[in-house]
Structure formats: structure tokens, C-alpha cells
């Protein structure tokens, strides 16, 4: 560990001693403006409107949901769930409303195996058998009801007028709806093809049986949709066409108010997801096998090649070991213990570590014991803070709408392990620990985040499948080392999963002699070419008094920052400096 780091540290230590837990905290920060950064133009509106309206980030997370899901269809929306990271100025409360899907009481662990055995993804991906019971109706009664300021009604009007008037299709939209027509069940066609046709971009897409169930959630909160006329149309149509929730399922679906997963490095305060989502873990130890190995060493392919190799272990330890806590013993302690991380950074050599080599011994151990999808950040006036990662896992998720009700079911069954060790969409292979049971959520990789440092505060999180937690990792580590929000959502970026064992990249991360020196240690390459993420980041530097947020050019979103008035009293008010960047942010900052 070098000198800088020691002495971050021995500041950190000193500061949580001085600081008792249950301490008043008095300082309470506000920024000199505020900001939205969502996926669609029109969802950031909507944020901006609540906003202007009074409302905090709470209810304009609320806002932003509900018209995500009706202008982003494929990405994510009622018939889904997500991870909503909060931060609450005032009382300096985090907090991580997980509105996972969970699996239905009749689901079994050989629900998408075929008589021999054999998984057939096809069950655990298209039509309502894939779909997992919805959690976004409820965290948006909760986050309202809870967190926000104003009525749920007032909070879910954009996203009704959006649904009801309907809105102008955009490319991106019109591409995603031809791509999976052949996968929409009877109800979705005639929403997202109205009269048998792709509508254009430009067009007007209208969605009343959407724009009814968003009504009645406005009257009956989310009651209306778990309970009501909406639960029984939403069971009946999954349970006539093969699929098995029951009207208890829904009745029964909860949202959990969880601690985030936090994590401290080089002076940086991590906040983010914890199980359900791999986030918090598979983060916690990338950072510590890091901080072990007194990265990065001063050549750029060792450094590259040393992060990637964190990347393959904490990886494969989310195969192994991950899944929902709250239905099977997952060691975090040990595998994020001092000792165990200092045993794998002692692992890394100078040559990549074929992720068969590891698989065998690590797996029998675990035998034995058993831009689809959407990102938003809001900050503001106040200084509260929203981080949230919503799905309805692939595009379009499962393709299936039970008729009446405008809610498109998501496929997020298929993020558990439909069987051992069988590649699931994203190609991640799961064991014991992400079986299916009925109630358990699936494990996920949405790892919507807050970063607090020297720098201010960051929020982000991005779409991306099992590239979530890498791209989350490099963006922070981007902020970390003096980029911008701009570049840290637009830096290239590259991957590492365990298995599939290949680093994958976008064509700007590596340069044709960068990569033949990755093949040199023994690493196997592979360029993609599309579905690397959709960040939406919010930075508010604290010394510097301002605020910037960045729309990932890699999608269509929009990110607005908004002066607002400095309230007496209020404004920012300096920051306590915890430690500096590693000293050589100028390098790093063009590694990655
Ligand atoms: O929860 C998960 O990890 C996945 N269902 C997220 C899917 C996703 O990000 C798709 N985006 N490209």
C-alpha cells in the first residue's frame, strides 16, 4: 500500500472514530442547481416538470419511471421491477428500495428443463412464463407514499398524458419494435403495431390500455395494480396462456428497504446495490483486490491486464456464491474478507488465468453446499439524491401483455439459473445459490451507485446485462481520476465475465498494439460492436460549487442541469476532504 493511500485511510479511520453513529448531523449541503439525466428526452422532462412543480427527487424518480416505461417499452415499466438507490439530504439517509421481481409461488427449480433434463431457454425468455411478479408498481406508491413530497397522482400525471395522448416514436424505438415484432404476443401487436404496421419514427404511438391501469394506480395507489380490477385481468391473461402466477402472488409482492452495500477506497465512499444484485459485492471486491495489489502498476498493458484479472475472480465468485440473501446463505463476509481478497491478488500473475483452470475447483465447492433495461439520476435542489436501474430484463422483455391492461411482462425469470452452469442471455452462468424458489428474486446485476469523495458526489448506473458492474467500476474509477461526468460516461470501455473466458471491448477501449499486448499474457479478445450501456451520471462538485450530468452518447437520453435559487442559509458549504486521487490521475485517466 503505497504512502498517499496509508494516509487516506488512517483520515478515514480517524473520521468514522470522531464521528459517532448516532451523531446529529448538522451540515446539510445543497447544490447550486439541479439535475435529471434519463434515457428519453421526454422521461427527463417529465423529472423536470415534478421538479419545478416542488416536488424532491423522490418524486420526480417517480415521474421519470412511469414515463420511462411508457416511451422506453422495451426497456423497462410496470410489468418490471429495478433498484432505486436513494439519498436523503436532511438526515443524510441511504437507502436501496429493491423492487426485484420475484419468482411465483408455483414456480420450481425444474420449471424450464425438458424431460431429458435440458433447459430450454426459449420457456425462461418468451411469453408469460418467463415473467417474474412486478415490483416497479409498487416502489412507485412507496417512493411517492414514503420519500416524496406530492400526491402519487400528481407524480404519475406526465406519464398518463404521455400514455393517453401518446408521444412521437424515435428511431431507436421504431428499429427495437421491428427487431422483436415476431416475439409480441396479440395484445403487445396491437399496441406497438396499431393497425399491423411498425409505426415510424415521427409517428404517434398511443397507449390507452396503459394510460387506464396508470389511472388507476393514480386513484387506488398501487393497490389497483396488485389487487384490482388490473391484478385479475394481469393473472388471467398470464395464467390462459401458460403461464403460473396466482392472484396471491400478486397480492403478496412487497418492495424491500435494504441497506446498500458500501465501500471505501482510496478516500471514495462507494454506495451501492446489494443483493439481490451482484453489485454491491462483485464491486466490493474488484475495489479491494485493487487496493491489495496497490494498483495500477506503472505499465499501462500490466495495469489493463491486472483489472481485467479482478474483474474474471469477482466474477466468478458471482457464479459460485451469488443469489438472493434472503433465501440462501451467501458468504459476503469471507469472500470479501481481508484474507480471502489477499489470497486472489496473490493469484495474479503476469499471464490472464484461464477461467477453466478456476471453474473446476470452484464450482464442485459450490455443488457441495448447495440497453434493454434503463438508468436514471436525479439530484436536487435539497440535495437528495436518486440512483435507479430499471427492467424488464431483455427488450421488449417477455414480449407477453395480458390483454387489457397495457402492462408488457418482463422475461426476468431468466436471470436466475435455469439450471447449473447453463449461460443465461447475458451468458452468465449461475449455480445452488441462484436456483429458483418460489418468492426468491432472481440475482441481478443492476448496480445503480453514488460515489463521495474529493471530487463531490457522482451519481450513476447504466443498462447493460452482466456489463452493468464493469461499466459502473470504470466509470467510477473515471470520476475518480478528474474526468467529467461527459467523459466518464463516454470513455470506452471493456470487460471481463469469467465466462464466456474473453475480454470484450468496444472498438475505442484498445488499440491494435494494446490488444496484441493483451494476447500476449495470454488474454482472448473479442470487439462488440453494439449494447455497451446507456450511463446517465450526475456529478455536483462540492469545492467547486457546480453541477453536471451527461447523457451516454451510446443512446438518446438527455440529461438537463437547472440552476436554482441558493435559499438562505443554504448553498454549498465546503466539503471535508478525505484524501486525494492516486497521484498519477493524468495516466490513468487515458487508461481508461
Ligand atoms: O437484472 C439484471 O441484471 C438484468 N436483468 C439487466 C438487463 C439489462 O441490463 C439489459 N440491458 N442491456
Redesign the pocket.
Known amino acids: 500500500m503505497n504512502r498517499p493511500i496509508r494516509r487516506t485511510l488512517a483520515a478515514l479511520a480517524l473520521l468514522a472514530a470522531a464521528v459517532p453513529a448516532t451523531a446529529q448531523v448538522t451540515e446539510v449541503y445543497h447544490p447550486p442547481a439541479e439535475a435529471v439525466a434519463t434515457a428519453h428526452p421526454l422521461a427527463t422532462e417529465a423529472g423536470l416538470e415534478v421538479l419545478a412543480a416542488g416536488g424532491n427527487a423522490f418524486d420526480a424518480a417517480v415521474a421519470v419511471t412511469a414515463a420511462l416505461g411508457v416511451v422506453e417499452p422495451y426497456g423497462s415499466g410496470l410489468g418490471g421491477g429495478g433498484f432505486f438507490l436513494l439519498h436523503r439530504e436532511g438526515d443524510k439517509l441511504d437507502l436501496l428500495v429493491d423492487a426485484r421481481e420475484t419468482a411465483p409461488g408455483a414456480a420450481t427449480g425444474d420449471m424450464y428443463l425438458d424431460r431429458n433434463g435440458e433447459p430450454i431457454a426459449r420457456l425462461s425468455r418468451e411469453g408469460p412464463l418467463a415473467a417474474g411478479i412486478p415490483g416497479t408498481a409498487a416502489a412507485l406508491q412507496h417512493l411517492s407514499e414514503t420519500f416524496g413530497e406530492r400526491a402519487l397522482a400528481d407524480n404519475l400525471a406526465p406519464a398518463i398524458r404521455l400514455a393517453d395522448e401518446g408521444f412521437p416514436v424515435n428511431a431507436e424505438l421504431s428499429a427495437r419494435i421491428t427487431a422483436m415484432a415476431h416475439r409480441f404476443s396479440p395484445a403487445a401487436q396491437a399496441v406497438f403495431m396499431p393497425g399491423g404496421e411498425v409505426p415510424a419514427s415521427g409517428e404517434t404511438l398511443v397507449q390507452k390500455d396503459l394510460a387506464g391501469t396508470l389511472r388507476a394506480m393514480a386513484e387506488d395507489g398501487a393497490e389497483a395494480f396488485y389487487e384490482g380490477a388490473v391484478a385479475e385481468k394481469l393473472q388471467r391473461g398470464v395464467f390462459s396462456d401458460g403461464g403460473i402466477w396466482s392472484l396471491g402472488d400478486l397480492a403478496l409482492y412487497r418492495v424491500k428497504e435494504r441497506a446498500p452495500a458500501r465501500i471505501d477506497y482510496r478516500g471514495y465512499r462507494i454506495t451501492t446495490a446489494p443483493l439481490p444484485s451482484a453489485g454491491g459485492v462483485t464491486l466490493e471486491q474488484i475495489f479491494k483486490i485493487l487496493e491489495a495489489r496497490d494498483w495500477p502498476p506503472s505499465d499501462d498493458t500490466a495495469a489493463r491486464h491486472e483489472l481485467i484479472e479482478a474483474m474474471r475472480f469477482a466474477y466468478r465468485d458471482r457464479a459460485v456464491y451469488l443469489g438472493d440473501a434472503d433465501f440462501v446463505d451467501v458468504p459476503v463476509a469471507r469472500i470479501t474478507s481481508d484474507d480471502y481478497i489477499a489470497d486472489i491478488a496473490g493469484r495474479i500473475g503476469t499471464r490472464a488465468t484461464p477461467s477453466e483452470s478456476m471453474e473446476v475447483a470452484s464450482m464442485q465447492e459450490a455443488r457441495a453446499k448447495g440497453?434493454?433495461?434503463t438508468h436514471f439520476s436525479i439530484l436536487d435542489r435539497w440535495g437528495n439524491r436518486v440512483s435507479a436501474t430499471l427492467?424488464i430484463?431483455?427488450w421488449f422483455g417477455s414480449g407477453y401483455m395480458p390483454p387489457g391492461t397495457g402492462v408488457l411482462l418482463n422475461n426476468?425469470m431468466d436471470?436466475f439459473a435455469t439450471a447449473p452452469l447453463v449461460p443465461n442471455a447475458y451468458g452468465l452462468v449461475h449455480t445452488e445459490a441462484n436456483s429458483i424458489a418460489p418468492h426468491k428474486r432472481p440475482l441481478?446485476?443492476?448496480s445503480p451507485t453514488f460515489v463521495d469523495g474529493p471530487r463531490g458526489v457522482f451519481i450513476t448506473g447504466t443498462?447493460?446485462?452482466s456489463r452493468?458492474i464493469t461499466m459502473v467500476l470504470l466509470s467510477t474509477l473515471a470520476h475518480m481520476n478528474g474526468l467529467p461526468a461527459e467523459l466518464a460516461v463516454t470513455a470506452p470501455r471493456f470487460h471481463h465475465q469469467f465466462l464466456p473466458d474473453v475480454v470484450q471491448f468496444e472498438s475505442g477501449a484498445l488499440t491494435e498494439p494494446q490488444r496484441e499486448k493483451l494476447r500476449e499474457r495470454g488474454h482472448k479478445l473479442e470487439e462488440v460492436t453494439r449494447?455497451f450501456g446507456n450511463m446517465q451520471a450526475i456529478h455536483w462538485d462540492l469545492r467547486r460549487g457546480f453541477v453536471d450530468a451527461a447523457s451516454d452518447p451510446r443512446g438518446f437520453g438527455r440529461a438537463v442541469v437547472r440552476e436554482v435559487p441558493v435559499e438562505a442559509g443554504a448553498g454549498a458549504v465546503g466539503f471535508v476532504e478525505l484524501g486525494g486521487a492516486s497521484s498519477d490521475a493524468a495516466r490513468l485517466a487515458s487508461l481508461l
Open positions: 440497453r434493454q433495461t427492467s430484463n431483455t426476468e436471470d441481478s446485476s443492476m443498462p447493460g446485462g452493468i449494447d
